[in-house]
């Protein structure tokens, strides 16, 4: 395979119920992934901005970015390859672990990028067993060594909600949107919602959000079938769960969302 070609792996055990791992390499994609899992990515190589909690945001060099269940991120720029390592964990286990460790109330990530290599050098490190194939002991130690990492860059979520957006329109269209991601949804529609024109909300929701309406849906809808698609459903019937018309049109923009297709997903 081509050294400069993308190349994205998933990676799960059954060891660690509740764990998936991305690893991504050589990567000039802009991604635009909506989050239904707590999400923690260490970055080795890396020049890119994206849009998330309604800012702008630049990562150069090496870092850790943070995102939480219901948020959507969105490169915006570029400026050369990128390997990243995403660790994602379900709610429950998040849940499970904050119970275990006596903290109280939701996790919510303060910010969305931090400068931790104790954390970074972790994820590399649960990625690397990962990927070895390690045993039951090795997997489960590096998950609770991990976990704890992730958890102190959080708290309990704000009284209310530090992504807020640049009006309570967008937010409200947004809202609408998770809401009703697999229906047939029109722009009048979440501009009423919104409180405003259309012409004036296509603007201001790419600007709040880094997305048009019609692909901020498509990014809920793949997220959606991750999902779906983790818990072991075929994915014809995802594909009509989550809104799309058809297995192939699952197919085609699930790909070019995830980097893989759905089979090689689920696998």
Same mark, same amino acid.
């Given at each position: 395979? &081509?050294? @400069? ?8 055990? +059954? ?16 991604? #635009? ?33 943070? *995102? ?20 994602? @964990? ?6 499970? #672990? ?7 109330? +939701?996790?919510?990530?303060?910010? #969305? ?27 489960? %130690?590096?998950?609770?060594? @991990?976990? +704890? ?10 009284? &209310? ?11 409200? *269209? ?9 229906? %047939?949804? %029109? ?30 849906? @498509? ?46 997903? #689920?696998?």
């Amino acid at each position: 395979m &081509d050294a @400069l070609q993308e190349q994205v792996s998933i990676l799960r055990s +059954p060891h660690l119920a509740g764990v998936e791992f991305v690893d991504i390499r050589n990567s000039r994609r802009c991604w #635009a992934l909506f989050h239904e899992t707590f999400d923690v990515c260490a970055c080795r190589r890396a020049d890119f901005d994206w849009v998330y909690r309604f800012r702008q945001h630049t990562m150069n060099g090496a870092g850790v970015g943070f *995102a939480e269940p219901g948020e959507m991120h969105r490169n915006t720029a570029v400026r050369g390859p990128k390997d990243v390592q995403l660790v994602m @964990l379900s709610p429950e286990l998040v849940g499970d #672990a904050r119970e275990g460790l006596g903290l109280s109330g +939701p996790l919510h990530f303060r910010r #969305a990028l931090a400068d931790d290599p104790v954390l970074h050098r972790a994820i590399l490190l649960l990625g690397g067993h990962l990927a070895a194939g390690a045993p039951a002991l090795v997997l489960q %130690s590096a998950l609770a060594e @991990l976990v +704890p990492l992730i958890l102190a860059h959080g708290e309990n979520a704000p009284p &209310d909600f530090h992504r807020v957006p640049p009006g309570a329109g967008i937010r409200r *269209a947004v809202d609408y949107l998770h809401a009703h991601f697999s229906e %047939s949804v %029109s722009l009048d529609d979440l501009a009423q919602v919104a409180g405003v024109s259309r012409y004036g909300f296509a603007h201001a929701f790419r600007r709040a959000t880094g997305l048009p309406p019609h692909r901020y849906q @498509l990014a809920v809808r793949v997220g959606r079938a991750r999902t779906l698609l983790g818990c072991g459903m075929r994915s014809t019937d995802v594909a009509l769960a989550v809104g799309f018309t058809d297995q192939s049109h699952l197919i085609r923009h699930f790909q070019r969302a995830v980097g893989v297709t759905p089979a090689r997903y #689920a696998h």
